[in-house]
């Protein structure tokens, strides 16, 4: 039997003469030229897998030649290949109608295991790759690019890089690109929002590789995508089908046109010297619309004319809504302070989600903050940093709100509410300072005591205060609310004890009961 699998595997070095392969495998020249030529029709290339045999790569170069020595009907492999690719077409369809013929020609047909068995093994030798038919309409497949452009700071001269989103609609090859300063989540969704207004519809899947930016976790067993990413498609009524990990060729268009715009794009500007992102944006723009219309080799038309003509009328119409990219935080636990932080500024939440979890949701406009699904503050979003945090009233808590409230105005009108007396202390705590905000504390803490003992013991005990000393104090005030002595008459009134020249001393009312010793 000549040996195939060893004429490929000195047919694949060009070192090897026919003489020489003669020699070796003892077999005509003429068996030699036949075999590697029927090797490359078939798409069979050395080395292949080492489980294959003899006999089977034999009836995969010539199968028309060998098919009389099986008792069993060789089905036509290629066919089913071609086949395989078109819509609803499976294996179980193929050897079904592959027993109908060999029940008609009288043949005696493979199990469907083995069928199945042989058909893959065919495709793993040849290296048959399925040539998948794009409907229109159907999917946009997007990736960056790998190549960048270099950006000039005029001022500084210091150079940093912009990058090349590219979106491809794979049945007529129309693209879109776009150059951005950065590849963080924002300019990937801001470019697919870019590219639907470019095509003016939208596609029923979305193919993007697996980048972090779009793709939290893609297994065999779990797709977790991004939640910015997933309410994007959600708003624009479409599906995201990430490509398998390790698997270009699932989204083949994009690398095709990546490596294209590369060079029409990227390549086409290398000589010019860019001074911002927008500068590369026009520059890049003008680019692109000049790949779009440049003609194809192999077919009629280009690329703009492809799609207006074959795929425009099968794309999904675009929200009535523009949709804003949004960002949503991992999530964040509420300080002490009721602030959350954006990265640059600094918001308010309200007070009693002090020590909880809670989500942003970043626009470039709003910043809204999420509990449990459930949005409980939304702020518009600064876009430069501030120096102080963005503080909404009604998320402070009573004590805080009260605070703002706070000046030498509201204090005297309050302190005229209450009395004459009250009148006196409050401008004396306000006056007493180099500023009234000095004062401030002191005027809190005697509405605080109005609020616990009343307005009328409050100007009573201003008006003891006032007779008994000239530098009121809230200590002083405190003492005779606290003690009730605004309640008691002045004859009432306990006369205090001097105790810092004698020690201890016993009041009179101890020797009144006689308690003192005999």
């Known amino acids: 039997m000549v040996d195939y699998l060893g004429i490929l595997r000195m047919g694949s070095d060009p070192k090897n003469s026919k003489r020489g392969m003669e020699r070796v495998l003892h077999c005509s020249r003429h068996t030699i030229q036949d075999v590697l030529d029927a090797a490359k029709e078939t798409g069979v290339a050395w080395p292949l897998d080492e489980d294959v045999t003899n006999e089977e790569l034999r009836d995969i170069l010539f199968p028309k030649r060998f098919a009389a020595e099986s008792k069993y009907a060789k089905p036509d492999y290629a066919y089913i290949h071609r086949e395989l690719s078109k819509p609803g077409v499976n294996l179980t369809l193929l050897w079904t109608e592959y027993c109908k ?15 199945c068995e042989k058909y893959r093994r065919w495709a793993r030798i040849t290296k048959a ?14 990736d960056w690019a790998g190549n960048t452009l270099d950006i000039h700071d005029p001022v500084t001269g210091e150079v940093s890089k912009a990058y090349l989103f590219v979106a491809v609609l794979p049945c007529s090859c129309m693209a879109y690109t776009e150059v951005c300063g950065d590849m963080q989540l924002e300019a990937w969704l801001q470019c697919h929002v870019h590219a639907f207004n470019y095509f003016g519809g939208v596609p029923r899947l979305l193919i993007p590789d697996n980048l972090k930016t779009g793709v939290t976790k893609n297994t065999r067993n779990e797709t977790v995508l991004n939640r910015s990413y997933q309410e994007l498609a959600e708003h624009y009524d479409t599906a995201i089908v990430p490509a398998r990990v390790e698997h270009p060729k699932d989204k083949s268009l994009a690398e095709g046109t990546v490596k294209f715009a590369s060079t029409w794009i990227l390549a086409a500007l290398r000589e010019r010297k860019f001074f911002s992102v927008r500068e590369a944006q026009e520059a890049a723009a003008e680019k692109l619309e000049e790949l779009n219309s440049r003609p194809f080799r192999k077919r009629d038309g280009s690329r703009r004319s492809a799609y207006l003509e074959e795929e425009r009328e099968f794309m999904k119409p675009l929200p009535t809504v523009a949709y804003e990219p949004a960002v949503w935080t991992p999530e964040l636990k509420v300080g002490l302070d009721y602030l959350v932080s954006d990265g640059k500024n600094k918001y308010s939440v309200p007070f009693d989600l002090i020590g909880d979890r809670v989500v942003l949701r970043l626009t470039r406009n ?73 004062g401030y504390k002191f005027c809190a803490s005697m509405t605080k005591l109005a609020d616990r003992y009343g307005a009328e013991r409050m100007e009573t005990a201003c008006g003891q205060m006032v007779t008994i000393t000239s530098t009121p104090s809230i200590r ?13 008459l002045p004859n009432q009134a306990e006369e205090p004890q001097e105790t810092a020249s004698h020690g201890f001393t016993r009041g009179a009312a101890y020797f009144r009961k006689g308690g003192a010793s005999k």
Not at 394 to 412: C, G, I, Q, S, V
């Open 129 to 142: 790759t399925m040539r998948i038919q794009h409907k229109p309409g159907d999917a946009m497949q997007v």
């Open 366 to 438: 709003m910043v809204e903050v999420f509990y449990r699904g459930t949005r409980v503050a939304a702020h518009i979003r600064s876009r430069t940093v501030q120096r102080d945090p963005i503080v909404k009233t009604e998320h402070m808590p009573p004590e805080h709100r009260k605070y703002l409230t706070y000046n030498a105005d509201n204090f005297m009108e309050w302190a005229a509410s209450v009395g004459e007396h009250t009148t006196e202390v409050v401008r004396y705590f306000l006056t007493s300072g180099k500023e009234p905000e000095q």
């Open 476 to 488: 002083t005030l405190s003492t005779i609310l606290k003690n009730g002595y605004d309640r008691k």
């Open 101 to 115: 013929q060999c029940e008609e020609t009288k043949a005696t047909p493979y199990m469907y295991t083995q069928f």
